[in-house]
């Protein structure tokens, strides 16, 4: 399968550095072997729009978004509806990143059906689950990512095989704590099997991996069997880490 490397930016970014970030990549990537995505924050759809309307060179980038709204439309003050994103060539969208689940109190069945809103805009939802610290200690990991998938599964029923799928153990985000590749491979393994359990066409749901993903540690990962990319979010911000991530998706499976 193509492997997906997508970029979290996060609240992050101003014109002037999302210009520069974006000139580095376009000037570093050339034909990327992986589907490269960056998910922005909101404000700066138009630009990330124009400038790849604007140049050839941007086009193998494609838009993404951090969160999309459960409704469709109507009084949700600070929301933002699918259609919306789609207007602006956003072609994929995080839903049910664990920053969202904690700051934002998102259940499982909101997270279900911001993939559904997505899904029904033509908009690709990568759907992110995992544990926390105490879950993973406690050995409740498996059925934590397992309860969070059942619900986007049973809401998004014969879609199921249109989206992504993001493991992010909690306890890796952010933290410079990343799941060994063996540790994040018997995840994916279990999550592959909840899929293909759904759907006898989930063999083409990619499952990639997010929690401190670097130019170092990104070939180990993306050589496990079922690690199909990566869902990066401080490396996404510099771009010699971001093409280095790139570059390493070419990586054979082990
Ligand atoms: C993320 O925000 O989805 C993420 C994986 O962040 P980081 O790579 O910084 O851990």
Known sequence: MRKLIAGNWKMNG??????????????????????????????????????????????????????????????????????????????????????????????DEAVARKAQRALAAGITPIVCVGESLAEREAGHTNEVVRRQLAAVIHTNGHCISEIVVAYEPVWAIGTGKTASPEQAQAVHAVLRAQLQAASAQANR?????????????????????????GLVGGASLKAADFLSIIANSRTECA
Do not use: K, W
């Open 14 to 107: 101003s014109l002037a550095a999302n210009e520069a970030l974006l000139d580095a990549l376009a000037a570093g990537m050339g034909q990327p072997a992986c589907d490269v995505v960056v998910c922005v924050p909101a404000p700066y759809f138009s630009q990330i729009s124009a400038v790849r309307r604007a140049n050839t060179a941007y086009a193998a980038i494609h838009l993404g978004a951090q969160d999309v709204s459960e409704h469709e439309q109507g009084a949700f003050t600070g929301e933002v509806s699918a259609a919306m994103l789609r207007e602006f060539g956003v072609r994929y969208c995080l839903v049910g990143h664990s920053e969202r689940r904690q700051y934002h109190a998102e259940s």
């Open 205 to 229: 749901v990619p499952i990639v991996y997010g929690g401190s993903m670097n130019a170092g540690n990104a070939a180990a990962l993306l050589g496990q069997a079922d690690i199909d990319g």
